[in-house]
Structures are given as C-alpha cells and as structure tokens.
C-alpha cells in the first residue's frame, strides 16, 4: 500500500493520473505532461512534493556533524536562510542520497531528501551521529509545494504572509521562514520560483489558492524533462550508491578545501580524483531519429564506451536528448543503439535548456 | 470507458484495422492505447513494400514515457505510410481513428480480419482493463 500525500485529494480532484513513486502515489500528470512542461517553462506551474523528507537538524554538534556527514561543506553557509546542494556518502565514496540542507541558525539546520532514500538515509544519519551532540526530526508535519516558472514568484507572493511577501527579494538559493511556513528561491525545473514547505493542515486550501491565481498542477513526468533539460541530476538514476560524485557530473558539489576536513567517503574520491580512467558524465543530444532512453548503450565505432543514465524528449529543444557515463577519450559524438540500430548523438555539456529556452546551439 | 468506431476490427494489442473496400486496409492505435502511453514525441513507420506477418512487430510508436510495439493485425504488404507523423507524431493523441492513421497494407488473407475483435469486443476488452 503506497503513502499519500496530504494534497491526494486535489490531485484527484484536478483529474491527476497517479503513479506510484518512491513509495507514494503520486500524480504523473493531469492530462498532458507536454503542456505541464510548458506551462512551466513560459508560465507557472506547481508541483506537490510533499513526498520528499524534511529533516531538522538541531543541537550543538550539529555544524561538526555536517561537515562530518556531506561532501559538501556547509561551512560555506554564512547567512540565515542560505542552502546547499550536497552529495551524502558512504565509506566508498558511492552517493547515499542527493540533498539540499539550509542554514537556519549555528545549532539548527534543515534537510531534504528524496523520498524512496528517506527510511535509508535516517538510518545512515542516526548511525553517523554517534559522538555529535544533535537531535534528527523529520517534520512529516509539513507539506511541500514547488511552484516554478518565470511567473512563478509574481503569482505566490500575493497568497503569502506580509513577512513571506519579502520572498520576492530572495536571491537563488535562500530561504525565509515565518512560524512553520518556509520558502525557498530553489528548484527542479531551471526556471525561477519557489520551493515552500507549508503546514500539512494547510497545504489543500495553498494548493487550491495557486491555482485559483494561474498556477497550473504538473506532475512528475513534467518535472523528469524539466530537470532533465536543466542539467540536473536524479537520484537511484544518474548516481547511486556505487557512483561517486565524480562520475555523476557533481565533481562541482565535492568541497576539497580545508584538506583537513574528513567527510565520509573523501579517501576514496581523492583516488578516484586523480584516476584518469574515470567515467565522464556527459549530455547527448540525439541527430539521428528515435527517443534516447534510460540504459541505452553506446558506441564509438565497434567499441562500446558507455551507457544511458537518464533519457527522453526534450519539449524545448523538439529533440531527444540524455545524461550518459562514457569512458574519458569520448569524442564529440557517438552512436546510440535503438533496438538494434546505431543511431548518431552530439555529445555536449548540460544543461540543454533553462528560463523559457534553449541554452544549446544546435 | 471506451467508445469504438463500428466500421473497423481491433486488436487485443490494441490497433484498429479498417477495410477500406478498395482492397486496401488502414491501421493504427485506439484512442484508448494514445491515452495509455501520453503524448507522443515519435512514430517509427514500415517501410513501403515491407512484407508483415499478422502479430508482429512493424512500428513503434514513443510516448514522454516509453516505447511501446505496434503489431500487424494482418499479414500482407505495406501500400502506405502516413508521413504526416514524422513531424507530428501528436497527430495520434489528436485523431487517433482518423487523421492519427499509421499504415495501409494490402492484405494476404482477408479471412485474418475474422479473427479480429469488433467495437464491441474492444469496448468489453478495455472495460475489463479499466
């Protein structure tokens, strides 16, 4: 029996065909994940994602712990509000989970995770906290809303709290709370918006008032090629726990410096660091006709170099395009085989598209 | 809740196959499968003159979501194919029993056709499935 969110009920309403995902059932899309994408993309759009973890950190080894438990340093945090996206691993260097963690004050932090991880990375981050003085809440109490799109922010900050109201003024990546509401100028899609987390017995009527003022519901299947074409990882997809950062493409999230601070997995990955073996993470954007598609493999001539990690089809750009692991002396293009057939792909850097457009030249 | 066009036979894999009377037959997707698979982004056709055996394989019709097989309700050979998809392959979610139209084929053995479900066989099929 799958979980349901506290917004179930309007998805149905709203004509949602729900899918399971990570445990939850979930809305794949309300009649066409196309339009959903562009609503997004030239609008406003909202999804629920409520089925991802909110984790309070509080205490006060909790700024040790951090630093202890993520690749990325929240050292870098200085100002209240201020997030981090950072890679969670294990004692190979291989990613337990991807996560945003915000800096709410020196003994308080806030996480959150994906959903499928949830009971795995609660488990990982109570047996990492021996010796660190914390205490870990998951505040299932809270719904999560994601409302993006270049309308976005225009379109939510009239339904906000007057404090909230001052969202607007949120540079990319900060958050502002006010009680148990919580909003965040981060997102999954490219485009500008919100991420709020909202009091569960609030969410419905939130929900409701977003779309009463123009904000259209897209479900997952939207969120996939929005994220997709935005560069951006998915975990259990592009990475999982036998990958490390360094060949998902997240070598940038791998905070190095102090060289004294010992994170979880960073023996391993300073190997991996200087292996010139190690896989390339790469964007495809398919010349030939067809749809790239998950695990697809690759070749360069009769040699195979590596596989699909995420694909689909790219409503921005009207082309195929993917995330792929390859061997390092990739070229600038290579073959996709599609049931059978060898079909050519341009090999480029992610991301593909982000506000409203195209950012490749094809 | 399906509501079948009466001139045609169907598929249990779910294309429609219409005798045209001139000894041609037209086949593509319900309207029913276009909603299970979602928007489509790409259609990949027979060729003309392509031979195909009643049950296998010939097109292959890719959704946001997946790939999915169209199988020949009928052996025959391939007269025509319907262009207009290449460059829009929507044109199957807009109009799947009309202008959304896959391939013609002229049939071996119109006695395959028997064999076949009429509207009201796939009406019962698809409520069975819902």
Redesign the interface.
Same mark, same amino acid.
């Given at each position: 029996m799958n979980k349901q969110t506290v917004l179930y009920p309007k998805h149905q309403q709203m004509g949602a065909k729900l899918v399971p995902f990570g445990g939850w059932d979930m809305p794949?899309?309300y009649g066409?994940?196309?339009q959903e994408h562009h609503q997004v993309r030239q609008d406003a759009g909202m999804f629920d994602v409520s089925h991802m973890t909110v984790v309070d950190l509080q205490g006060p080894g909790v700024k040790s712990y951090l630093r202890h438990l993520l690749a990325n340093d929240i050292d870098r945090l200085k100002n209240q509000g201020k997030a981090l996206y950072s890679c969670m691993l294990n004692e190979q260097g291989g990613v337990v989970d991807d996560l945003i963690v915000y800096y709410l004050g020196d003994e308080w932090y806030r996480m959150v995770v994906n959903a499928g991880t949830t009971e795995k990375d609660l488990a990982w981050m109570e047996k990492q906290s021996a010796g660190f003085e914390l205490k870990l809440t998951p505040r299932r109490d809270l719904a999560m809303i994601a409302v993006q799109g270049p309308n976005a922010k225009s379109k939510t900050l009239p339904l906000l709290s007057e404090k909230l109201q001052q969202a607007g003024e949120l540079k990319p990546f900060n958050a502002l709370a006010d009680g148990d509401w919580f909003v965040a100028s981060t997102g999954y899609t490219g485009e500008d918006g919100f991420e709020i987390m909202v009091p569960g017995d609030r969410a419905a009527d939130f929900w409701q008032a977003l779309s009463d003022a123009g904000v259209a519901p897209c479900g997952l299947?939207a969120r996939d090629?929005l994220r997709l074409e935005a560069g951006m990882n998915l975990y259990g997809t592009d990475m999982d726990e036998t990958i490390s950062p360094l060949e998902a493409g997240l070598a940038w999230t791998v905070a190095w410096e102090p060289e004294e601070r010992q994170f979880i997995g960073r023996e391993p990955l300073e190997a991996q660091r200087k292996d010139p073996q190690k896989k390339k993470f790469i964007g495809l954007v398919l010349t030939g006709?067809?749809?790239l @598609?998950n695990h697809l493999k690759l070749f360069s001539g009769e040699q195979e170099i590596g596989e699909i990690t995420s694909g689909?089809?790219s409503?921005t750009l009207e082309r195929?395009i993917a995330f792929a692991r390859v061997s390092p002396d990739v070229g600038e293009s290579c073959d996709v085989e599609i @049931?059978g057939k060898r079909v050519p792909a341009q090999v480029v850097k992610p991301p593909f598209a982000r506000q409203g457009k195209a950012v490749l030249a094809l | 809740m399906s509501n079948a066009p009466t001139d045609r036979r169907y598929a249990k894999s779910h294309e429609w196959i219409k005798d045209e009377g001139d000894g041609s037959l037209t086949i593509g997707i319900t309207d029913h499968a276009q909603e299970l698979l979602g928007d489509l982004v790409f259609v990949d056709l027979p060729e003309v003159g392509q031979s195909l055996d009643a049950g296998g394989d010939c097109a292959v019709v890719e959704s946001v979501k997946a790939a999915s097989d169209v199988y020949s309700p009928v052996s025959g050979e391939v007269i025509a194919i319907n262009d207009v998809l290449d460059g829009a392959p929507e044109t199957i979610n807009e109009d799947a029993f009309g202008d959304g139209w896959m391939f013609k084929v002229k049939a071996s053995d119109m006695s395959e056709l028997n064999g076949l479900l009429d509207a009201e066989g796939y009406d019962a099929l698809v409520a069975e499935e819902e």
């Amino acid at each position: 029996m799958n979980k349901q969110t506290v917004l179930y009920p309007k998805h149905q309403q709203m004509g949602a065909k729900l899918v399971p995902f990570g445990g939850w059932d979930m809305p794949l899309h309300y009649g066409s994940q196309l339009q959903e994408h562009h609503q997004v993309r030239q609008d406003a759009g909202m999804f629920d994602v409520s089925h991802m973890t909110v984790v309070d950190l509080q205490g006060p080894g909790v700024k040790s712990y951090l630093r202890h438990l993520l690749a990325n340093d929240i050292d870098r945090l200085k100002n209240q509000g201020k997030a981090l996206y950072s890679c969670m691993l294990n004692e190979q260097g291989g990613v337990v989970d991807d996560l945003i963690v915000y800096y709410l004050g020196d003994e308080w932090y806030r996480m959150v995770v994906n959903a499928g991880t949830t009971e795995k990375d609660l488990a990982w981050m109570e047996k990492q906290s021996a010796g660190f003085e914390l205490k870990l809440t998951p505040r299932r109490d809270l719904a999560m809303i994601a409302v993006q799109g270049p309308n976005a922010k225009s379109k939510t900050l009239p339904l906000l709290s007057e404090k909230l109201q001052q969202a607007g003024e949120l540079k990319p990546f900060n958050a502002l709370a006010d009680g148990d509401w919580f909003v965040a100028s981060t997102g999954y899609t490219g485009e500008d918006g919100f991420e709020i987390m909202v009091p569960g017995d609030r969410a419905a009527d939130f929900w409701q008032a977003l779309s009463d003022a123009g904000v259209a519901p897209c479900g997952l299947g939207a969120r996939d090629t929005l994220r997709l074409e935005a560069g951006m990882n998915l975990y259990g997809t592009d990475m999982d726990e036998t990958i490390s950062p360094l060949e998902a493409g997240l070598a940038w999230t791998v905070a190095w410096e102090p060289e004294e601070r010992q994170f979880i997995g960073r023996e391993p990955l300073e190997a991996q660091r200087k292996d010139p073996q190690k896989k390339k993470f790469i964007g495809l954007v398919l010349t030939g006709r067809g749809v790239l @598609r998950n695990h697809l493999k690759l070749f360069s001539g009769e040699q195979e170099i590596g596989e699909i990690t995420s694909g689909g089809f790219s409503p921005t750009l009207e082309r195929s395009i993917a995330f792929a692991r390859v061997s390092p002396d990739v070229g600038e293009s290579c073959d996709v085989e599609i @049931r059978g057939k060898r079909v050519p792909a341009q090999v480029v850097k992610p991301p593909f598209a982000r506000q409203g457009k195209a950012v490749l030249a094809l | 809740m399906s509501n079948a066009p009466t001139d045609r036979r169907y598929a249990k894999s779910h294309e429609w196959i219409k005798d045209e009377g001139d000894g041609s037959l037209t086949i593509g997707i319900t309207d029913h499968a276009q909603e299970l698979l979602g928007d489509l982004v790409f259609v990949d056709l027979p060729e003309v003159g392509q031979s195909l055996d009643a049950g296998g394989d010939c097109a292959v019709v890719e959704s946001v979501k997946a790939a999915s097989d169209v199988y020949s309700p009928v052996s025959g050979e391939v007269i025509a194919i319907n262009d207009v998809l290449d460059g829009a392959p929507e044109t199957i979610n807009e109009d799947a029993f009309g202008d959304g139209w896959m391939f013609k084929v002229k049939a071996s053995d119109m006695s395959e056709l028997n064999g076949l479900l009429d509207a009201e066989g796939y009406d019962a099929l698809v409520a069975e499935e819902e």
